[in-house]
Nanobody, 122 residues
Framework: QVQLVESGGGLVQAGGSLRLSCAAS????????MGWDRQAPGKQRELVAG???????NYAGSVKGRFTISRDNAKNTVYLQMNSLKPEDTGVYYC????????????????WGQGTQVTVSS
């Protein structure tokens, strides 16, 4: 079974930075893509950033130029570097591993982290 554990959230002032990490455990053979979603209070969950197995990245328009997604394939870990944070970035951030193939199955599946709170004060 695959489990994703997130860390790095917290409270920061506007203009500050945070670095989120999400590490997967389990017998993982390959992953098609990794990404981060967030859900602000009273709002629907939205895609923040994603990175494919080929290294292509994509970002929500609201975070372009401020956030950077990266990965360490050897550690099955994805990161989200968040700079120039704004109060609008406040929310619960969830990591997602898509198209995960383990060494114990021929079928791919998706997994989500437990979520980590990011609060940006003004």
């Amino acid at each position: 079974q695959v489990q994703l554990v997130e860390s790095g959230g917290g409270l920061v002032q506007a203009g500050g930075s945070l670095r989120l990490s999400c590490a997967a455990s389990g017998s993982i053979f390959s992953i098609l893509a990794m990404g981060w979603d967030r859900q602000a209070p009273g709002k629907q969950r939205e895609l923040v950033a994603g990175i494919t197995s080929g290294g292509s990245t994509n970002y929500a328009g609201s975070v372009k130029g401020r956030f950077t997604i990266s990965r360490d394939n050897a550690k099955n870990t994805v990161y989200l570097q968040m700079n120039s944070l704004k109060p609008e970035d406040t929310g619960v951030y969830y990591c997602k591993f898509s198209g995960v193939l383990t060494t114990r199955t021929f079928l791919r599946d998706d997994y989500w982290g437990q979520g980590t709170q990011v609060t940006v004060s003004s």
